[in-house]
């Protein structure tokens, strides 16, 4: 089992709080999750993240406890802890006779430095594929296994590489590339987790006229790339500069527009709960 630290004074479960001291949460079991950003009290994304976290939990056998239920726990995980930024995880785990347990509470955080969206970061390859990419469960093997090599190498990330050699995404973000005709190129959706930044930026790239190409990306074409950055939760959008031994431009044009409108994006999905 991976050891989960949890932060603040207290965690939502089922509805009620619960003193963090002592808790452990075995992920191990089997979890449909989703982690949600707070920024300045409010969330980002949440209407997204819950839609997505119905998608992983449909078919299960497991009852979604709903919308607003997830809402008001949040809402009661922010008053007790008293705290205005973060990351949360919202866990649904199969209880008895098919009541689900509804969990949520803060979780460490790894924002990029603000230089790092000047600089790029480094990301390295990690041989994996998702065994259901469309669904966000907790693998911990592959959590363990990932976060071990992430903190050996050094690096932000890891680039996840198929059976077929070809990379398709990030082990926590979304993986893209533009080629030399300005062209952005990303793995096929229903290959990759449908990541919420990813959506975003390709709505941005419909209202931009940035043309998309999804498909495979064979690891023999990466040096015919101009640019590459990851997305996600915690580092929107994010360059890099270096992927092996690839090295890539960090001040492209275009991955710098991306960047400013995804941060309009962003200011315009924050949702508060509080006295709501």
């Known amino acids: 089992m991976t050891p989960v630290e949890v932060l603040g004074k207290k965690y939502i479960i089922n509805g009620s709080p619960a003193d963090v001291k002592g808790f452990t949460h075995d992920l191990s079991a089997g979890a449909w999750y989703e982690v949600v950003r707070l920024i300045g009290g409010k969330f980002l994304f949440l209407q997204d993240h819950l839609g997505r976290l119905h998608h992983s939990v449909s078919g299960s056998g497991v009852k979604y406890p709903g919308d607003s239920l997830i809402r008001e726990n949040l809402k009661l995980l922010q008053t007790v802890n008293d705290l205005s930024a973060g990351n949360i995880r919202i866990c649904i785990q199969a209880g008895p006779e098919g009541i689900p347990n509804l969990l949520s509470y803060f979780i ?39 976060g071990r090599f992430i903190r050996e190498k050094g690096i932000y990330e890891a680039v996840l590489v198929n059976d077929n050699h070809e990379v398709t995404e990030g082990s926590r973000s979304n993986l893209f590339f533009l080629d030399r005709g300005n062209v952005l190129v990303t793995a096929p959706g229903n290959t990759v ?8 930026i390709l709505a941005i790239c419909d209202r931009q006229d940035i043309a998309v190409l999804e498909r495979p990306i064979g690891l023999k074409e990466l040096g015919r790339f101009q640019a590459c950055f990851i997305s996600g939760t915690s580092p929107g959008v994010l360059p890099v500069y270096r992927l092996d031994q690839f090295r890539f431009r960090v001040d492209h044009p275009l991955l710098r527009l991306l960047g400013k409108e995804f941060d309009r994006v962003m200011e315009s999905h924050m949702e508060s709960l509080i006295n709501t």
Request: no cysteine.
């Open 193 to 200: 987790l449908p990541g919420i930044t990813r959506k975003y």
């Open 108 to 146: 460490p955080h790894h924002y990029p430095d603000p230089g790092m969206y000047e600089t790029g970061v480094r990301l390295e390859m990690y041989p994996h594929i998702r065994p259901n990419p469309g669904i966000k469960k907790w693998d911990d093997r592959f959590r363990t296994s990932v």
